[in-house]
């Protein structure tokens, strides 16, 4: 009786053992994965920020909780219901070809409604105003740039700062610094490659020996910004 007693006083002083770590992330379990991890970020950041070492072990413990979860159920392909496990999970083997190139992310309905407005707006803008030229393709970059900026910023995995004597984080400076490149690349990539496939449209009417269309010619403008406002909006919401 003794030692039952003492073994079961044992199992219930753990309270750890049995909590949900979707309520402490504070996260529908029916939510992705990318969700999850975004959460995670946030709270643990705050933690981090006020000084709260246990908030932040409890944050870590339920992300780890969560993941080691899908990581279990990875072959079967699914962790509640019927919502899939994560790509970063699933294929967590499989190194990607390119390192710095788009990786599919998701966006929240929210993130999307906002990407699709903004480029609808430079759309109407370089369709009323003609003479405007390249200024809302150019507007409409930096509003991406930054657009992507933050969705990095939301799903990039917390890190330990490292403090230097000035107690400054010597990480951070460089940490920004990938994000914004990376920003600029992904936002100008875009726009290089629907300017080429213009270019390479009128280059191969003129080496078939046809004429160029009048409004192909005289819309370049409209054309590019309009076809990078899309490409723009599909690359900030399902990627990042």
Known sequence: ???????????SSNPDSDFNPYEVL???????????????TKKRREAERIGDEATAARLEKAYDKVMMAQFTNRKKGVT?????VSKDIKYADNQPIVPWGPRSSKSSP???????????????WVLIKR???????????????????????AFEPAVSPSFTEDGEDSGRGIRMGK????????VFGCIAVIS?????????IEFMGGYIP???YNNQELLVTSSSALMLYIMASYYR
């Open 131 to 153: 003479a405007a030229e390249y200024k809302p393709l150019q507007f409409l970059a930096f509003v991406f740039v930054y657009r992507i900026f933050e969705k990095l910023k």
């Open 80 to 84: 509640f219901g019927s919502v899939k």
């Open 26 to 40: 504070g996260v529908n379990p029916i939510e992705g994965f990318d969700m999850v991890k975004a959460a995670y």
């Open 179 to 186: 994000r914004l490149l990376r920003s600029l690349a992904l």
């Open 196 to 204: 080429l496939a213009y270019t390479g449209v009128l280059n191969f």
């Open 1 to 11: 009786m003794i030692i039952c007693s003492a073994a079961s006083a044992a199992g």
């Open 110 to 124: 929210r993130d999307m409604q906002i990407n699709m407005a903004i480029s609808a707006v430079f759309t109407a």
């Open 214 to 216: 009048v409004f192909l």
